[in-house]
T-cell receptor
Framework: SQTIHQWPATLVQPVGSPLSLECTVEGTSNPNLYWYRQAAGRGLQLLFYSVGIGQISSEVPQNLSASRPQDRQFILSSKKLLLSDSGFYLC????????????FGPGTRLTVT | EDKVVQSPLSLVVHEGDTVTLNCSYEVTNFRSLLWYKQEKKAPTFLFMLTSSGIEKKSGRLSSILDKKELFSILNITATQTGDSAVYLCAVTNDYKLSFGAGTTVTVRA
């Protein structure tokens, strides 16, 4: 069966510090991978998605970036965090193809102080 | 731009009541509609609907899609306090999911 991991689970970082969140998927190959952010009391905002190694599509212009160095690894980064970057960050995966559901990792709660 | 609208935004019911949640959408290259449940953590998958008029059921939850009128409903019967959560609707094209803002359901004992 497939499993998705995210770490860390919680993170408190000062404004201006860098960020690196990691997501890995087990039990499948060539998945579609996604990063979402959910601000407190708000809906899910798609940040990035990837359909293959090195292929990143950005949905929202911001100070975040994403990379996919390996087939089942997806990394979200920032060089300098802003207060507005606080939120619940979720990684998700989906089988390649059209009619498949998407599954979420456990998430990282980021607080920028 | 793809659009997913859920209603109501929130509701409060008592245990045993039936709840109906609505989701309307406008999306290019529609492929499927999904429902998720979120309880202060990551969303968990409930249903995926691709064809009109075919009801999907899981225990006390059921859902149906109308591709002509571009909406879906999620029903919860005989609600329990454990059903309290945010219910999210999402629609897919080939790669992406577009999510609605969610409906917050509170079930009181």
């Amino acid at each position: 069966s497939q499993t998705i991991h995210q770490w860390p689970a919680t993170l408190v970082q000062p404004v201006g510090s860098p960020l690196s969140l990691e997501c890995t998927v087990e039990g499948t190959s060539n998945p579609n991978l996604y990063w979402y952010r959910q601000a407190a009391g708000r809906g899910l905002q798609l940040l990035f998605y990837s359909v293959g190694i090195g292929q990143i599509s950005s949905e929202v212009p911001q100070n975040l970036s994403a990379s996919r160095p390996q087939d089942r690894q997806f990394i979200l980064s920032s060089k300098k965090l802003l207060l507005s970057d606080s939120g619940f960050y979720l990684c998700a995966w989906r089988k390649t193809g059209t009619y498949y559901e998407q599954y979420f990792g456990p998430g990282t709660r980021l607080t920028v102080t | 731009e793809d659009k997913v609208v859920q209603s109501p935004l929130s509701l409060v019911v008592h245990e045993g009541d039936t709840v109906t949640l609505n989701c309307s959408y406008e999306v290019t290259n529609f492929r499927s509609l999904l429902w998720y449940k979120q309880e202060k953590k990551a969303p968990t998958f409930l249903f995926m609907l691709t064809s009109s008029g075919i009801e999907k059921k899981s225990g006390r939850l059921s859902s149906i899609l109308d591709k002509k009128e571009l909406f879906s409903i999620l029903n919860i019967t005989a609600t329990q306090t454990g059903d309290s959560a945010v219910y999210l609707c999402a629609v897919t094209n080939d790669y992406k999911l577009s999510f609605g803002a969610g409906t917050t359901v509170t079930v009181r004992a």
